[in-house]
C-alpha cells in the first residue's frame, strides 16, 4: 500500500514528537541519580552528646542496582567553617529498580556541638545538620538569629545580594546559630536542570555563613500552590537532599526549638496528619523547658491581608496551651510583630525577595537576633544593612549605620523597632596581637575578635605579628 504525501509527513512528524518525547525522558531522568534520598527522620528526637540515635531513611531506586551501598560521613562544625567529612560507617540497602525502601542507622555523636551528616548512594547525597546537645543547662546564655524569604524574583536569577549582606552581617554578630523560615529557591516553573542549579547556587551563599543555619521549608522549594493536594515529589527530594529532614527539633540551652513544613507535598497549607501528631508531642514535651519558640514558613498570625495557614486557629490555640515563648514565620515579605493570648508571633520575610508591603508597613529587609539569658529573652531587630565594614587583614573598622527608630503602622495597627548596642563575636582578623577588641578564637587560620559598638558608632580592631 502506497502512503500519501500528507499521511508520510505526519508519520514523520510522529516519529520526530516521539523521539524529542523519548529525549525529554531520558534528559529529565539523567539530571537525576538513580537512588534518591526522599525522607529522614531519627529517633529520639532530641538528639545528645553520647546518646545513641537511629536515622530511619527511605531511599527511592528508579533504575540503579537492586543492591546498593550507603556511605555515612560527619563533618565537625568549628566556630566558622565546616570540618572535611570523615567516613563513619556503611550499610547496604535492597531495593528493586523502581521502588522504594527504607533502611536504618544508629550514630553516636560523642562530643557537643553542630555537626553535618552526610549519607551518599550511588551519586546520591543526603546532607543534614545536627546539632548534638550536652543536656539541658537551665541558666544558658545564648543567641540565635532568625530570617526569612531569601529567593530571588524569578527562576533564572541568583540569590539576591540582600541576602548574601545578611549572611555577612549575621556572621559578623556570631550569634550561636540561625534559623531560615523558608523559600530559599525560587521553585515554580522550574525544571530538574534548574531546581539544580537554584539549589547549587543557594548552598553557595549558605555556605558561606559563619554560624550554621537551620531551615524550614517553603511553597517555592516544594512548589505548591494555593490547594493542599499540591507539590512536587521531585522538589521535596532535592530539598530533602541539599537541607534534610523536613520537620525536627532540637534543644539548646534551657530552650526546645520546633521547626515546622507548612508546605509537605500534599499538604499545602496546613500543619495536619502526622506532623501535627508530633507537634503536639513535641510541644508536651517542651514543658520541660524554660522556652519553646517556633519556627514555620507560613504564618498563623500576620498582618491585615496577608497570607496564612488554612488551620491557622487550631496552631494558634495549641501555641496558647502549651505556652510557647514566640513563633517565628515567614511567607509574608515584610517585618510584623503581634502579641496573641501571652505568645509573640514575628513575620520575618526580609531576607532578599521582594517586599510585599511599602517601608512605613514593615515592607524593609532585616533579620532578627533573639538574646535568651536564662528567664529572660530578647529580640533584636536589624535592617539590612545595618553595619558598613572598611579593611580587612590586620585593620578593620566597623560603623554601625543602622542608628533611628522605625515605627510601622498598618491600618489601626502599629509595631515599632529601635536600633541597639550589640556585641560583634565574629571580626575577622590576620591572626596576631590584638587591639581594639577581644579575642574569641583563631579556627582556619583567621582570629575572631568581639568588640562592643553602639547605634552610630564604630569600632576599630587590629592585630600585629
Do not use: C
Amino acid at each position: 500500500m502506497r502512503l500519501s504525501s500528507r499521511a508520510k509527513k505526519g508519520i514523520a512528524a510522529a516519529v520526530i514528537l516521539l523521539l524529542a518525547v523519548a529525549g525529554g525522558v531520558y534528559y529529565y531522568l539523567n539530571l537525576l541519580p538513580p537512588v534518591m534520598f526522599t525522607y529522614i527522620e531519627w529517633s529520639p528526637d532530641i538528639i545528645r552528646a553520647g546518646q545513641p540515635v537511629t536515622f530511619k531513611l527511605t531511599l527511592n531506586n528508579s533504575g540503579g542496582p537492586a543492591a546498593y551501598r550507603v556511605d555515612v560521613y560527619v563533618a565537625r562544625v568549628h566556630y566558622a567553617h565546616v570540618g572535611a567529612p570523615l567516613k563513619v560507617g556503611s550499610f547496604t540497602v535492597q531495593a528493586p529498580g523502581h521502588g522504594s525502601a527504607t533502611a536504618s542507622y544508629t550514630y553516636t555523636f560523642e562530643k557537643p556541638g553542630f555537626y553535618v551528616l552526610y549519607f551518599r548512594a550511588n551519586g546520591a547525597e543526603l546532607r543534614q545538620l545536627i546539632y548534638a546537645s550536652p543536656g539541658y543547662r537551665p541558666d544558658a546564655n545564648f543567641s540565635f538569629a532568625v530570617f526569612g524569604d531569601n529567593r530571588p524574583v524569578n527562576g533564572i536569577s541568583p540569590q539576591p545580594g540582600t541576602f548574601k549582606e545578611l549572611i555577612r552581617e549575621v556572621s559578623l554578630i556570631h550569634p550561636d546559630f540561625s534559623v531560615l523560615v523558608g523559600d530559599v529557591i525560587y521553585g515554580y516553573r522550574s525544571d530538574v536542570a534548574r531546581l539544580k542549579w537554584q539549589w547549587s547556587d543557594f548552598m553557595s551563599v549558605y555556605s558561606s555563613s559563619k554560624v550554621p543555619i537551620f531551615v524550614a521549608p517553603g511553597n517555592h522549594e516544594m512548589q505548591t500552590e494555593e490547594v493542599p493536594d499540591s507539590g512536587n515529589p521531585i522538589a521535596q527530594a532535592l530539598y530533602i537532599s541539599h537541607l534534610g529532614r523536613l520537620y525536627y527539633a532540637f534543644e539548646y540551652g534551657n530552650s526546645l526549638f520546633i521547626v515546622l513544613d507548612t508546605d509537605i507535598v500534599g499538604q499545602s497549607y496546613l500543619v495536619t496528619g502526622r506532623q501535627l501528631q508530633w507537634l503536639r508531642h513535641m510541644l508536651k514535651v517542651g514543658r520541660r523547658y524554660k522556652h519553646v519558640f517556633v519556627f514555620m514558613h507560613k504564618p498563623v498570625v500576620t498582618y491585615e491581608g496577608g497570607d496564612m495557614l488554612d488551620n491557622a486557629d487550631q496552631l494558634v490555640k495549641l501555641f496558647t496551651q502549651y505556652h510557647v515563648t514566640a513563633v517565628f514565620q515567614g511567607h509574608d515579605h515584610a517585618y510584623y510583630y503581634e502579641r496573641v493570648n501571652g505568645v509573640d508571633y514575628y513575620v520575618t520575610g526580609g531576607a532578599g525577595a521582594p517586599l510585599y508591603l511599602r517601608p512605613e508597613s514593615g515592607g524593609v529587609s532585616h533579620y532578627l537576633v533573639v538574646h535568651v539569658d536564662g528567664d529572660k529573652v530578647h529580640v533584636q531587630f536589624f535592617l539590612v544593612p545595618s553595619f558598613k565594614v572598611d579593611g580587612g587583614g590586620r585593620r578593620v573598622t566597623v560603623n554601625y549605620i543602622f542608628d533611628q527608630p522605625l515605627v510601622f503602622h498598618r491600618y489601626d495597627y502599629t509595631w515599632s523597632v529601635r536600633p541597639e548596642p550589640v556585641l560583634l563575636r565574629g571580626i575577622p582578623l590576620e591572626p596576631g596581637q590584638v587591639s581594639g577588641g577581644k579575642p574569641v578564637v583563631v579556627d582556619n587560620g583567621v582570629e575572631y575578635v568581639e568588640a562592643f559598638i553602639k547605634p552610630g558608632g564604630s569600632v576599630t580592631v587590629s592585630s600585629k605579628p
